[in-house]
């Protein structure tokens, strides 16, 4: 998989790091929980965290295997 992070520089500065993922030829964003969509930009105020959202992604952590309910009787 090919990954890319846009760095915004402002004016005063600033920068934003926003995670990228290519899929069909076309860039599309990471979710704060790793996944990917089109319509979605994540801006992040620095470089790692914009890295662990792409290890986020690529280790798979996107993608239920199963979800489990704990019920508690008092």
């Known amino acids: 998989m090919k990954y890319r992070i846009k760095i915004i520089t402002y004016k005063n500065g600033r920068k934003s790091f926003i995670p990228y993922k290519k899929w069909r030829g076309v860039w599309i964003g990471i979710s704060w929980d ?5 319509l979605n930009e994540v801006d992040c105020e620095k470089r790692e965290t914009a890295l ?11 993608k239920r295997q199963t979800i489990e309910f704990e019920y508690i009787n008092k």
């Open 52 to 62: 662990s959202l792409i290890d986020k992604h690529y280790t798979g952590n996107n």
């Open 34 to 38: 790793g996944n990917a969509h089109a």
